[in-house]
């Protein structure tokens, strides 16, 4: 059965954006170490889930990499990954998703993913979509948690964890420590 992955940065003090909203993540402990950590956990997945502010957010970034000489290799190399991954988008208010292999999917949010869970193929990866994400742990169908914490306090902003009405048990699978001291941790739900 896949396994549905949530992978998110995240500050010492627990916010996975700044106070300023979705691109306010300049915090991020980002280097050649934690690209190589996100490239290992994106190899394990062919299908992204996102909520509608990411997708819009993502489809306005990534299609342009490819050709805008600035960009580094391991741009290129996610901007090619992500071309040709499975998108999930879950939104009521999209009509419509125009990006390479993405379905929207405006209802029954837990029935969907389950379905998906039953299907062939690799993990599924929220990717971002920390909103849509608090609402997945709401219903409590999240199978692994993989956390970057960036040795950084912002005091503000949205946290990791909002919303939850029931404890949540988790196992710690495995901890890195990376040159920059952000820390990645790699939890499983126990259920």
Do not use: C
Request: no cysteine; glycine share 6%.
């Amino acid at each position: 059965m896949r396994k549905l992955v949530l992978f998110l940065h995240s500050t010492l003090d627990g916010f996975v954006e700044g106070p300023n909203g979705e691109m306010d993540i300049g915090w991020v402990s980002y280097d050649a170490d934690l690209e190589k950590h996100a490239k290992e956990i994106l190899s394990t997945a062919d299908t992204v889930i996102w909520g509608r502010g990411t997708y819009q957010m993502m489809h306005s970034y990534w299609p342009s990499v490819p050709s805008d000489p600035s960009a580094s290799q391991h741009e290129r190399d996610h901007a090619e990954w992500i071309e040709k991954t499975a998108k999930i988008v879950f939104s009521k208010t999209l009509e419509k998703v125009e990006w390479n292999n993405s379905v929207l999917v405006k209802e029954d949010v837990e029935e969907e993913i389950n379905n998906l869970k039953q299907q062939p193929g690799r993990d599924m990866v929220i990717l971002g979509s920390p909103r849509f994400a608090h609402y997945l742990m709401q219903l409590d169908i999240i199978d692994e948690y993989k956390i970057t914490v960036s040795p950084v306090l912002i005091g503000k902003g949205l946290r990791l964890f909002e919303g939850l009405k029931e404890k949540t048990n988790l196992k710690l699978i495995e901890n890195k420590t990376f040159d920059s001291g952000a820390i990645g941790l790699y939890y499983q739900t126990v259920k």
